[in-house]
């Protein structure tokens, strides 16, 4: 299942409002986002929590009332396929002030991408996205070093179409207080070392979106030793926001074959927002078997406009 905390019991927590539940006795009923690193490290799941210690939390004001900064997740996985389209196709979706990250005049890059969530500060979850590689909102010309950074997952920045999520907290959080276009569904990721498969649900229980692949050989990193980051830009209350979210890589690979990947498109938002964007190809299958992350909330920022 997707969602374990179906088969729990929850409690509820008010969000700015909103009233969430969560199951009851895990990591947010317990930590309300103030985590005992040391218990937590006590967590077979968990491989270590040193990145975090280096992370002090602050208290913010934000649309779903106060809350501590940056999430954390102490172990998760995740599979991107990156693909080209065509800028034309991209510019439709992207707000004016923002523009692709062209790999060639003409040709844009976008992604599909699963989460898996297994221990973080907000309890299980799983989501899957369709971005958009943009270029930095606040950037002179781009380099090559930028286009080489972002296909190895070093240092992304991103215009997010679709991002549903299996967990009530999670859409809450991600909608009211991010600014992403979050919605619950019935989402099943599941990441080990041979396999790579994704099942996105749509409002009637078919397929949205469905993806199968053999996981690419793993490599292992020491922790702090390879630490990524994507910035997300949204609009809150009609102001444009950053959002950065810091990975800390513990097993990971990268193929540039696309031999038995299967990506099946359905009925459903995702579907709709890929097909929008006119994938032509796949050019890279990522697959981070093991790692952790730092999601800072967002910060206001300057997206000066665009010259069409």
């Not at 199951?23 to 968990?46: C, E, N, S, T």
């Not at 549903?164 to 207080?177: F, M, N, T, W």
């Not at 078919?206 to 980051?229: K, M, N």
Request: proline residues 7%; neutral net charge.
């Amino acid at each position: 299942m997707s969602c374990p905390q179906k088969d729990k019991d929850t409690v509820k927590v008010d969000l700015g409002g909103r009233e969430v539940t969560v199951p009851k006795g895990g990591l947010y009923d317990r930590y309300r986002m103030d985590p005992d690193l040391d218990a937590i490290a006590r967590d077979p799941r968990v491989s270590g929590v040193d990145f975090f210690r280096r992370l002090p939390k602050a208290k913010v004001d934000s649309p779903i009332g106060p809350t501590l900064t940056p999430n954390f997740y102490y172990t998760m996985s995740t599979a991107r396929l990156t693909m080209l389209a065509p800028s034309k196709a991209i510019r439709t979706r992207l707000p004016e002030e923002l523009a692709p990250l062209e790999i060639a005049p003409g040709l844009g890059l976008i992604s599909v991408m699963f989460f898996r969530y297994d221990v973080c500060d907000i309890d299980f979850y799983t989501e899957a996205t369709v971005g958009i590689a943009v270029k930095p909102a606040r950037h002179g010309k781009l380099g090559f070093f930028d286009l080489v950074t972002g296909l190895k997952n070093e240092r992304l920045d991103a215009y997010v179409l679709s991002l549903p999520v299996s967990s009530d907290i999670a859409q809450v959080r991600g909608h009211d207080g991010y600014g992403f276009p979050k919605w619950v569904t019935d989402l099943d990721v599941d990441i080990d070392d041979s396999r790579t498969t994704a099942r996105v649900a749509n409002d009637a229980g078919g397929v949205d979106l469905a993806f199968s692949a053999a996981t690419p050989t793993q490599r292992a990193y020491a922790s702090g030793e390879r630490v990524g980051s994507l910035t997300s830009y949204t609009k809150i209350n009609g102001g444009w926001h950053s959002t950065l979210n810091q990975t800390n890589v513990l097993n990971a690979g990268t193929t540039r074959s696309t031999r038995g990947v299967t990506l099946q498109l359905g009925e459903g938002r995702m579907s709709d927002d890929l097909r929008s964007l006119k994938p032509m190809r796949t050019i890279q299958f990522d697959v981070m078997t093991e790692g952790q992350a730092a999601l800072h909330m967002p910060a206001p920022t300057s997206v000066p406009p665009r010259d069409k």
